[in-house]
């Protein structure tokens, strides 16, 4: 039968663990920047349009279209171009950008019970799944946007002539970074659902390496110190030159002693002679 304490894992601190921090920080970062991605019509600009001025440029995205000036900061939008919209590629970007909106918001509503930070121990299996859910999101992100920029010459649209200048629009680079924080923070959150690196993922360690490193940095025990004691019997042998029994004696200050009595010479008549007196 193996060793049971040697199965039993104990958290090293009560802070929540550092791979669900770091997802919980990037998942909500990826879904802003996805969500500007999604919404925002620039996926691509079109510059150099025939018959327009050279101040005037197309923004493309896959709601939308909208003529912006290098003048001006005003933008109108709601162009109508069919030719662009029936493009493969924009219906299957519509519906895998807003799959990932609505798959990372599910993933974090999955993964924040999980992670239970009022608990001294979170439910992996619980946040393992939430993980698995963000890293799908940043997934369905990643395909759109590359498929888009793959072939960003190739859309066809009724704006783009031969002369036309196409470029990356700024939707493109927050997808992209969007899609990678996403799929960073929920490989990490999912790692957390099994225990590798001696625990480290998960800020634990095995009881018995606790109770070793406890006990292998006790105090020694203190070392017990005989004191002489002062109550100590009088020796006989004295190098002082009065005897022992002359200790005994008082030893007060004259003054304090009492008189001795005087004799008194009562031999003639009963009387006492006048040197008594």
């Known amino acids: ?10 958290r090293v601190s009560l802070r929540t663990p550092g791979i669900l921090i770091f997802g919980l920080v990037m998942a909500p970062c990826g879904w802003i920047l996805d969500l500007t991605a999604t919404v925002a019509p620039n996926w691509r600009t079109i510059n150099n349009i025939q018959n327009r001025p050279t101040t005037e440029f197309f923004q493309q995205g896959i709601w939308d279209i909208c003529i912006a000036d290098t003048t001006s900061s005003t933008l109108l939008c709601g162009q109508q171009d069919t030719t662009y919209f029936n493009n493969q590629i924009i219906p299957v970007a519509q519906g895998l950008m807003v799959a990932s909106l609505i798959v990372t918001l599910i993933g974090l509503a999955v993964v924040i019970p999980g992670a239970r930070c009022w608990k001294d121990r979170p439910n992996w299996v619980v946040a393992g799944l939430g993980g698995l859910l963000i890293f799908l999101s940043g997934v369905m992100t990643i395909i759109p946007i590359a498929w888009y920029t793959h072939i960003l010459t190739e859309i066809t649209t009724t704006t ?17 970074i969007g899609g990678i924080f996403e799929i960073l923070g929920g490989f990490v959150i999912f790692i957390g659902i099994c225990r590798c690196c001696g625990g480290k993922n998960r800020g634990e360690v095995r009881v018995e390496e606790v109770m070793a490193n406890r006990f292998s940095h006790q105090r020694p025990p203190t070392r017990r110190v005989d004191v002489p004691s002062l109550n100590r019997s009088r020796s006989s042998a004295s190098s002082v030159p009065y005897s022992k029994d002359s200790l005994d004696d008082d030893v007060s200050f004259p003054r304090a002693k009492s008189p001795a009595p005087r004799s008194v010479n009562t031999s003639y008549g009963g009387r006492p002679y006048d040197a008594d007196l």
């Not at 039968?1 to 104990?10: G, R």
Request: one cysteine or more; proline letters at 4%.
């Open 1 to 10: 039968m193996p060793n049971q304490s040697s199965q039993e894992w104990i």
């Open 160 to 176: 783009v002539s031969t002369t036309s200048d196409v470029r990356v629009g700024y939707c493109i680079i927050l997808g992209y």
